[in-house]
T-cell receptor, first 111, second 116 residues
Framework: KQEVTQIPAALSVPEGENLVLNCSFTDSAIYNLQWFRQDPGKGLTSLLLIQSSQREQTSGRLNASLDKSSGRSTLYIAASQPGDSATYLCAVMPGSYIPTFGRGTSLIVHP | GAVVSQHPSRVICKSGTSVKIECRSLDFQATTMFWYRQFPKQSLMLMATSNEGSKATYEQGVEKDKFLINHASLTLSTLTVTSAHPEDSSFYIC????????????FGPGTRLLVL
């Protein structure tokens, strides 16, 4: 059974810092991996999708990497801003396309 | 990108009543949609997989008679919470899989259900 762990569970940083959020998974037989953002009381917004054949994806200040062999993915946020405050979820998609989610990292960026 | 909508966004109902939540893929066809439930400060938990034209597949521990799922078209799936009780109060999110793209799942904005 796939298990997804996200570390840290919570993070509070001053504005401007570069951040690394970690996601680890136990079964490397994945189809792709997605990072999502969730604002309080809201649904999910997809940030980055990494196919199993890829090693990283970039979108603006966000960069996600994937190392299947070690079962790890990282989400790098450059020059963090207060608007980045949210919960960040990692989801691992197997071939069945039914994802397993981590519990998320709750991020607060204070001015 | 592709958009998935949910309606209503928020609903308050009395215990014992039924509530229907709609999930629509607005600009793509989705033969498969997923329904999730999220309790406060917890991750999403898959409830069921909805396939167009066939019965939904429910996850272990999810009562199919209580959470009725209908996927009548390629763009619409509905979740009906029957005889709702306060413990059904939760955040319900649907997602739709775009088979034409990178097999990405697009998530709806969620529906917050409060049962009094």
């Amino acid at each position: 059974k796939q298990e997804v762990t996200q570390i840290p569970a919570a993070l509070s940083v001053p504005e401007g810092e570069n951040l690394v959020l970690n996601c680890s998974f136990t079964d490397s037989a994945i189809y792709n991996l997605q990072w999502f953002r969730q604002d309080p009381g809201k649904g999910l917004t997809s940030l980055l999708l990494i196919q199993s054949s890829q090693r990283e994806q970039t979108s603006g200040r966000l960069n996600a990497s994937l190392d299947k062999s070690s079962g790890r993915s990282t989400l790098y946020i450059a020059a963090s801003q207060p608007g980045d405050s949210a919960t960040y979820l990692c989801a691992v998609m197997p071939g069945s396309y039914i994802p397993t989610f981590g519990r998320g990292t709750s991020l607060i960026v204070h001015p | 990108g592709a958009v998935v909508s949910q309606h209503p966004s928020r609903v308050i109902c009395k215990s014992g009543t039924s509530v229907k939540i709609e999930c629509r893929s607005l600009d793509f066809q989705a033969t498969t949609m997923f329904w999730y439930r999220q309790f406060p400060k917890q991750s999403l938990m898959l409830m069921a997989t909805s396939n167009e034209g066939s019965k939904a597949t429910y996850e272990q521990g999810v009562e199919k008679d209580k959470f009725l799922i209908n996927h009548a078209s390629l763009t619409l799936s509905t979740l009906t919470v029957t005889s709702a009780h306060p413990e059904d109060s939760s955040f319900y999110i649907c997602s739709a899989r775009d088979q034409g793209g990178q097999e990405t799942q697009y998530f709806g904005p969620g529906t917050r259900l409060l049962v009094l």
